[in-house]
């Protein structure tokens, strides 16, 4: 089921709604760039644990309305609003990459109401001391964070033609579209149908332009607008050693800077293996903090 609620100041944020509406929910935070559809297996898995699975996209993102100069740690009252609308009383969360930040944001801001976070091969403060934030990341990558070092009108610049290539690209592209970020282990797991979600996911993302995509590339290399080290509810930090697209590094910093995190280190999975094969052990890993 999909809707539009009023976010925070009346803005537009579309909402997906799928499994069952009477279990506990678990909202999730896309990557960047992508939309917020819900990939057919993290539903089913959902449904059949009976529980009820919310994706939106977020601001300036497919049908949710812009938020420009939007930090990360906004992603927590866009949620609230969410769950006032949905009448959710308390509620888990998961991001992936681009998405793990956000769904921090709502463990450390939103208080009781989460009861766990999952943070998935998410990004780290770009400020985080001791971390080499880009190595072991793949070009693509490690170009566009740097053009949002530079600002605005150079990251536009970059991302306006990659957004229309990937508007184009057919589910047989995607790998070589993004040839030095996913390792051999993540072009196995396109193969299980996440490559035509994905395309699909892509062209939805950019019904407005690039703005959504834009906001959280200068979000990531701002201050998050929260203390990671404040957060009390629990959280699982899951990163893989072949991820090119956010290196573990990323996820063994997060897992030392949050109080109490549980870290699975993986030695066998990669960035995009994480959405095809561990979203399951997610939703148990958070199910169980109800």
């Not at 769904?103 to 971390?131: D, I, K, M, N, T």
């Not at 509810?233 to 697209?245: I, K, M, N, S, T």
Request: contains cysteine; glycine residues 14%.
């Amino acid at each position: 089921m999909e809707r539009t609620i009023a976010g925070p100041g009346g803005r537009a944020l579309r909402v997906v709604d799928e499994g069952d509406e009477r279990g506990p929910a678990i909202v999730v935070h896309h990557g960047t760039p992508v939309s917020g559809d819900l990939f057919g297996p993290w539903v089913r898995d959902a449904a059949a644990r009976g529980a009820r699975l919310i994706g939106y996209d977020r601001p300036g993102y497919g049908g949710s309305a812009a938020q420009p100069g939007r930090a990360v740690a906004d992603a927590a009252a866009d949620v609230a609003a969410i769950a006032d609308a949905l009448d959710l009383e308390r509620l888990a969360t998961w991001g992936i990459s681009g998405g793990g930040p956000h769904a921090l944001a709502c463990a450390a801001l939103l208080g009781g109401r989460v009861v766990g976070a999952a943070s998935l091969a998410g990004v780290a403060p770009f400020e985080a001391p001791a971390l080499n934030y880009f190595v072991g990341m793949g070009r693509e990558n490690w170009v566009e964070l740097g053009a949002a070092l530079v600002g605005r009108e150079t990251l536009e610049a970059l991302l306006r033609p990659q957004a229309e290539e990937m508007r184009a690209a057919r589910p047989e592209d995607i790998a070589e579209s993004m040839r030095t970020l996913v390792s051999p282990v993540d072009a196995g797991a396109l193969a299980v149908g996440f490559d035509a979600f994905w395309a699909g996911a892509l062209k939805a993302c950019f019904a407005q332009g690039i703005e959504g995509w834009v906001e959280d590339d200068l979000a990531f290399v701002e201050h998050f607008g929260f203390d990671l080290g404040a957060i009390t509810v629990p959280v699982l930090v899951w990163h893989g050693r072949h991820d090119r697209f956010v290196p573990v590094t990323h996820g063994e910093w997060l897992a030392g800077a949050i109080p109490g995190a549980e870290a699975r280190i993986s030695d066998s999975d990669g960035h995009l293996t994480l959405i095809t094969e561990r979203i399951p052990a997610v939703h148990d890993w958070l199910l169980a903090r109800f």
